[in-house]
């Protein structure tokens, strides 16, 4: 009989090149609120936890230490992103209004999906692609 393991949550973990601006505009824009926010030198972040009801993504400034020399921006591959959050909302359509209000680069328009929910993707100020929907994934589709 083997030993079975089970993950208890995923937490999306992004680096930016200026964390602090982008910590401001996540909270401004759709109201994270800073769980933890860990300074480091010259203005950088070492470590954050934002949080925004019961999910949580962790920012931090992108440096050359272990786990940042495996990153790249965005900037940096002509505006594409190898990975990007989906965050399961009630309300996407107050999401891409505030996206919109705050300056976000809509890049899929808000819509209905043929596999339920709605929903849309846009970039932050630095080119970080989030996507917002009220699609979830435990819910039993019919």
């Known amino acids: 009989q083997g030993l079975e393991m089970e993950a208890k949550s995923i937490h999306p973990t992004m680096k930016y090149k200026d ?84 300056g976000a680069k809509i890049l899929i328009d808000i819509k209905d999906e043929d596999y339920g929910g709605r929903g849309f993707t846009c970039a932050d100020p630095q080119g970080h692609i989030w996507n917002f929907g009220s699609y979830d994934p435990w819910e039993k589709t019919e």
Not at 39 to 45: F, L, Q, R, S, W
Not at 68 to 89: C, F, H, M, W
């Open 19 to 102: 964390a602090h601006s982008a910590i401001e505009w996540l909270c401004d824009t759709w109201g994270f609120e800073k769980h933890l926010v860990v300074d480091g030198p010259d203005e950088t972040v070492v470590h954050s936890q934002l949080k925004l009801g019961e999910v949580m993504v962790m920012i931090g400034s992108l440096n050359e230490g272990e786990y940042g020399k495996l990153i790249v921006q965005p900037s940096d591959i002509n505006g594409r992103e190898t990975q990007a959050p989906y965050i399961v909302v009630d309300d996407p359509d107050w999401f891409y209004t505030k996206a919109k209000d705050k």
